[in-house]
């Protein structure tokens, strides 16, 4: 059975985007060596993607080429209504959990949740979170989107994993108990 993995960008701060969604934060990270911070090595762990409306939308303003063509992508939305203009994606509206779970059922690679905040707290209430990878950058932005906003649900994670790059960007691993 797979696993979801949330791997996120955060800052200090805990903010997963500016209020309007930029990114600039991220990118302005100074990175010489081009250091893709082990994004390589988890991407070939993931079969499956899913991520919220405003992510995918935030995706496709990035301005390339689809980076999860040749898997399936799942767009969590209540807009029944929302087009999609990618490969191998798809619109989700039914009952998250029953989703995620045959999701998880029918995967040999590990799920990744993308994005945006009220998915990931969804996610986390209800349990449908495996594992948390947080890529820490050492910056703070102030207002934002909060990487856990509202979450109702307390929930224990163990630290497995930490790892340092020269960038000063920090990868922590947590997997739930």
Do not use: C
């Amino acid at each position: 059975m797979s696993k979801t993995t949330l791997y996120i960008a955060t800052t200090l701060d805990g903010k997963i985007a500016r209020k309007d969604g930029s990114l600039d934060w991220l990118y302005a990270l100074p990175n010489p060596n081009q250091i893709d911070h082990g994004y390589g090595q988890f991407l070939s762990t993931i079969g499956t993607t899913i991520m919220g409306k405003n992510t995918y939308k935030e995706i496709l303003g990035f301005g390339v080429d689809w980076p999860y063509a040749g898997m399936n992508s799942y767009v969590v939305t209540t807009d029944k209504e929302f087009k999609l203009t990618t490969p191998d994606t798809f619109i989700v509206t039914t009952n998250l959990t029953d989703f995620v779970n045959d999701l998880k059922k029918k995967n040999e690679k590990d799920i990744w949740l993308i994005g945006g905040g009220q998915l990931i707290a969804s996610f986390l209430d209800n349990d449908l979170l495996d594992r948390i990878i947080l890529t820490l950058i050492p910056t703070t932005i102030g207002e934002g989107i909060p990487l856990f906003p509202d979450i109702a649900k307390e929930t224990t994670w163990t630290l497995t994993n930490v790892e340092r790059f020269e960038t000063g960007v920090v990868n922590l691993t947590y997997d739930r108990k």
